[in-house]
């Protein structure tokens, strides 16, 4: 590949390829399968490639790094890897984020006829380039993405362009949802759904409209969007295109369906039910300690033992905790009891239980001291049935049973009221008081302290950076979304609201601009 051909491939996107002390490999936060007779280098190339084929470019930007530094590389859709030089010597501080895989145990959740597909997603981290030997290989072509450069008529986090990569219409309501493939989840104009792709801004998936909030979910592994009303579950599958009528007792959704869209799959749940998508898959809580599993002869239900409340559903099945202990409920056996773990400091029953992930509980009790809380995050898994990974203190019910998690697109860190929960590094912050998250990147959080708009670096749990760049009383734009590179706002503009995605332009070590509280252990 020739000095201009290289030159020529986009600055965005900008994957990011880890190779790890173990001879493990990710991309973009998700491990990459290395087969037997294969170099992990080679795995790597190979994901990236992978991906760049299915985004229909021919080559994309790379920042791979490994113990010996980091390099920024192209790689083209033939798996050929161009080394364009090291970027971070050996040794120098930086901030990573991978996720830790772990086997599955337990019994899988049947698939539901009709709506059981096989996903197949990258991940993320750091790598070598210097490992790899340039190739020929042809430049991406294409149009530009739709509204590159627009202006965008808000304040937006430092260290961001002010004109767009690209922008587009969407609902004055729009919600936006990032995939762990860095695929965009929003709404059109007129409500249907979209999967926009986040290099050209360009729609590669159509749903109909949803009758509420929609969340990123699957079924057996395969990727759907799911939204919840009443006595219905709807189901998108996001693995499919053109019209989907729905198949075994579900029926096909026609609100805003159109040419081309996919309809939802309807579920009946046949009471009335709370649906929570914390886990993997749907959670569907019915009265009387009750759950309903989705299996491939429809939905089963199970019961749940008294007292224990139901948190999140996977694919091995219901957890539920109570006091002192967590069951698993899973389709076709008995509940397994296991021992609750609890953090140093602990007193007396959880106060609320959350969910990192389909491993992981997040826990919040009281302690011996009125005015603090201690927030655990247990990790399931082990034959003693549970550790606790990592715990700080909070103000007493600074974390609320209102709070939601916000989750960064790579699943390994999330924020539950004013908490960061990195699952990866086995770590728990306390971001401070009065700091309500809008979103989530690795161990950055977009948020609102005091209804100014701040930026909150916490990769030092001792030592969180807050920057404002907005003051009351000028009404705060957060970030809808955010990955290591991107953020993605959206605003009005006149008789429109558009969706603006802006890329980097500075690195992420900003000044301190607000002081911050003591915090500690228990």
């Not at 290289?6 to 880890?18: E, K, Q, S």
């Not at 364009?84 to 599955?104: D, E, I």
């Not at 957060?478 to 590179?485: I, R, V, Y």
Request: charged residues 20%; glycine residues 10%; without cysteine.
């Amino acid at each position: 590949m020739r000095p201009s051909e290289l030159a020529a491939v986009p600055a965005y996107p900008l994957l990011t390829l880890a190779l790890l002390e173990d001879d493990t490999v990710t991309l973009d936060g998700r491990p990459v399968p290395i087969g037997p007779d294969q170099a992990p280098t080679d795995a790597g190339v190979h994901a990236v490639a992978a991906m760049v084929r299915d985004r229909s470019l021919g080559a994309v930007r790379v920042r791979a790094t490994s113990a010996g530094g980091t390099h920024l590389m192209v790689v083209t859709a033939d798996g050929q890897a161009h080394d364009l030089g090291a970027t971070t010597p050996a040794g120098a501080t930086r901030t990573t984020r991978t996720t830790r895989s772990r086997p599955r145990r337990g019994l899988a959740v049947a698939s539901l006829a009709g709506i059981a597909v096989v996903l197949g997603l990258g991940g993320a981290g750091v790598w070598a380039a210097s490992r790899f030997e340039a190739a020929p290989a042809t430049a991406p072509v294409g149009s530009d993405p739709p509204g590159q450069g627009a202006n965008v008529p808000v304040l937006v986090p430092p260290g961001f362009a002010t004109r767009a990569g690209w922008s587009r219409a969407v609902g004055d309501r729009a919600e936006v949802l990032l995939r762990g493939d860095g695929s965009v989840v929003t709404t059109g104009p007129d409500g249907s759904l979209h999967v926009v792709d986040p290099t050209t801004g360009r729609v590669t998936w159509r749903g109909s409209r949803a009758p509420g909030p929609v969340h990123l979910s699957s079924v057996e592994g395969r990727p759907v969007l799911a939204a919840a009303t009443g006595q219905t579950l709807h189901l998108w599958p996001l693995d499919t295109s053109g019209t989907d009528t729905g198949t075994d007792g579900g029926t096909a959704s026609t609100g805003g369906a159109g040419a081309g869209q996919v309809t939802a799959t309807e579920v009946e749940l046949d009471a009335r039910a709370e649906v929570s998508f914390l886990g993997s898959v749907p959670l569907v809580v019915l009265e009387d300690q009750t759950v309903a599993m989705l299996t491939d002869q429809g939905l089963r239900r199970r019961d749940v033992p008294v007292p224990a409340t139901p948190v999140l559903a996977s694919d091995r099945g219901v957890v539920a905790t109570d006091a002192s202990s967590w069951w698993l409920v899973s389709a076709d056996a008995e509940p397994e009891q296991h021992t609750l773990p609890r953090p140093p400091g602990a007193s007396g029953a959880p106060r609320l239980m959350s969910a990192a992930d389909d491993e992981h509980l997040i826990g919040v009790w009281p302690t011996s001291d009125t005015a603090r809380d201690v927030v655990g995050l247990l990790d399931l898994t082990g034959d003693d049935g549970g550790t606790v990974t990592a715990h700080t203190t909070v103000p007493a019910r600074a974390v609320s049973d209102r709070d939601e998690p916000v989750r960064d697109a790579g699943g390994g860190t999330l924020t539950l009221g004013p908490v960061l929960v990195d699952v990866a590094a086995g770590a728990v912050v306390d971001l401070g008081r009065g700091v309500e998250p809008a979103a989530v990147a690795g161990r950055t959080v977009y948020a609102t302290v005091d209804r100014a708009a701040v930026v909150i670096d916490a990769s030092d749990p001792d030592d969180v950076e807050v920057t404002a760049y907005t003051e009351p009383p000028s009404q705060p734009v957060l970030p809808a979304a955010a990955d290591d590179d991107v953020v993605y706002v959206v605003a009005d503009k006149v008789d429109q609201t558009l969706l603006y995605t802006l890329p980097r332009t500075l690195p992420r070590t900003l000044p301190r601009t607000l002081p911050r509280e003591p915090r500690g252990q228990p």
